[in-house]
Structures are given as structure tokens and as C-alpha cells.
């Protein structure tokens, strides 16, 4: 395969409903969108980095001028046969695996066309559909987030994240474990503590949480070990782990038990695989994360949760939660709290042209 021509836009869509997390806040989504050219086959790829760089390192312009200056000169033209022998052509830009992940899942989508089989199929997914969960961000008021569950667990969804921080923890994840009893439920503090919080994270073990998500630094394994030796409720971690190796360095250390897989922060479907068969030779269970994907970066999540050591709810609802109208048409959406693994070739969606012009902040065409 080759590619020939690479257009790039930012795109803007509003969220449904404001989100809030221990580090950040957002009322609108900032995406960068790829389509590619390569051998007669489209590809559609998603760059899923926040606008802000409160999650991760990376934000849309990082992702916008490390593809413009780097990944793009470093693929255009150049024939690859494989996904693995496609990474292999950047293989020297460190890090910025959000801009990677954009055009890597663009690859997948071309691929896939390419051979008439589904990205699911290609990667050797096991799974026709997905138990999906919520996460509801941080709220002005506890009775607004009860709604939020009551509603959600109505409609089927099969768990329920609750984003949590200081003054934002124990009280308020008891009175929501108090509603809903056996419910599965599980946190996430965004990096919201240190090992001098302990007050705050101990009393979470009495709650019955599948896990909790990332409790202490972005950039830590050496204190998530220390508190997960202090802690029944496994300890899950989504913003430390970036490649394989470094779960493997992470499970064996003892700093959680359970991991999180982003398509998006772990620089495309590939490593992601690769993280999932990790896992599954040690038996630790994963599950997909999300980063308000819209449609593209959705399907290439569904794509990698239908691999079969993703035996926990992920974070992949329905388009509905998030956008009143997504770049694909028709959008992904759950059913009873499951949604469907697209079967068609490749990502198997369809990105709606006027949608993409209609929320665009930035446009700009590369050929060869
Ligand atoms: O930490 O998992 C996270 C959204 C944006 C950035 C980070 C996170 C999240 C979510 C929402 O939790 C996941 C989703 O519903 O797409
Ligand atoms: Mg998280």
C-alpha cells in the first residue's frame, strides 16, 4: 500500500452535556479528522487528544503539527505491506502517540477496504457487540450526577464510572453506592492524588469499585505499586501505560491489575493489540477507554474491544451521550447498554462529508 493524498481537518462538535474531571473541563470536542489515499482505498482516521493538555501531554495543535512536519513528510509515498511496517517509517518521532494513532487508524481503515474484511477481523477480534458503560464526569450538585445514573442504568448501560477527586470521593461514591447496591461501578481520579491522600482512597475499598482508575501521577508506576499493596480494589491505570512494555513494567511491579486501553493514547490500534495480548498471557483483564470519539474513533474502539481478553465494560456508549449529531450517519449507538461491532469492510462507518465542512476550524490537502 501507498499513500498518495492526506486531507486533514479539525473539527469541532459540541458536546450533549459538559464534562468534568479532576483535571479538566469541557463543553466541545476538538478533533482532528484524516481521510487517506492509498492504492484506490479511503481510510478515515481520528485524532482523539483533548484541546488542553491537562490529560495528557498532547493537545489538537501538538497532534496537528507533529502530523503536518513529521508523520505525514514521513509516510507519504512510501509503500508499506503491513500496519507494523507502517509505524516502522516514524519509528524515530517519539511519544506524541495521539498523532500517530490518527493516522495509523486511517491505515487500518484502508486496509481493510483494501482486502474486504472488517478491522475487527483483522486484528482477530472474537466479539459481534460490546457491554458498554458510562462515565460521568464531576457535578455542581450530587442530586444532578443521581439523575445522570438512574437514567443511564434505565437505559441498560452496564456500568458506571464516576470521575472522582478530592471533595469529590468518599461521600459521594458511598451515597451513589447506596442507591444502587450491587450495581457495577468503578472510579476515576485523573491523577488527582498522592500516596499524602490515603484518607481519601482507603475508605474506597468498603464500596465494593470493579477498580479505580489512575488515583496518582500521569507519569508514576513506583507509588501506584505502594498503594495497590495497601489496597483490595484493583487498581486500574489508563494515563501511565503508553506502549506494551510499559504494562508489562506495570504489572510487574505490582502497580494495578487491571489496564485501560486507548486506541488514541497508545499510538494506534497495533500497540493496542499488542497490550491486549499482553494481558491475556497473564490473565489480567482489560477494558476499552474512550476519549469522546466521534464516529471514526468509536468504531476503530469497537474494532479492538471485540478482541477477546476485553472482559470488562468499556467506556464506548452510544454517540447520543455525547453529540446530538455524529460525523457518521447512521452513529454508533447502544442498545441495552450493547453496541454492535461494525461488520462492513474496514472501519465499516461512513464519515458524512457536509458534517465534517459543517464543523471544520482547519482544513489542509497533502499529495505527493
Ligand atoms: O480518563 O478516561 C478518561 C474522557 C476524556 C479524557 C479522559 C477520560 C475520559 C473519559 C470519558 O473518562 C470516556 C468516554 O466516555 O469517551
Ligand atoms: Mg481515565
Redesign the pocket.
Known sequence: MRIDRVQLWIVRLPLVRGFT?SSSSKDRIDHIVLKIDADGAIGWGECAS?ADPY?CAETTQTCRHILEDFLIPATIGREWTSIDEFTRLYRNVKGNRFAKAGLEIACWDALGKARGKSVAELLGGTRATIESGV?LGIESEPAILFDQIDRFIALGYKRV?LKIKPGWDVEIVGAVRDRCREFPLQV?A?SAYTLDDLQHLKPLDDFNLLLIEQPLADDDIIDHARLQAMMRTPICL?ESVHTAEDARKALDLGSCRVI?VKTSRVGGLLEAKRIHDHCLGRNVPVWC?????FGIGRAANLALASLPGFTLPG?I?GSDRYYHEDLIDPPILADRGVVAVPKGPGLGVEPLRDRIECGSLYYRDFTI
Open positions: 474531571t483533548p490529560y462515565s464510572k476515576d485523573n489508563d485501560n477507554g474512550g476519549m469522546h470519539e467506556d456508549s
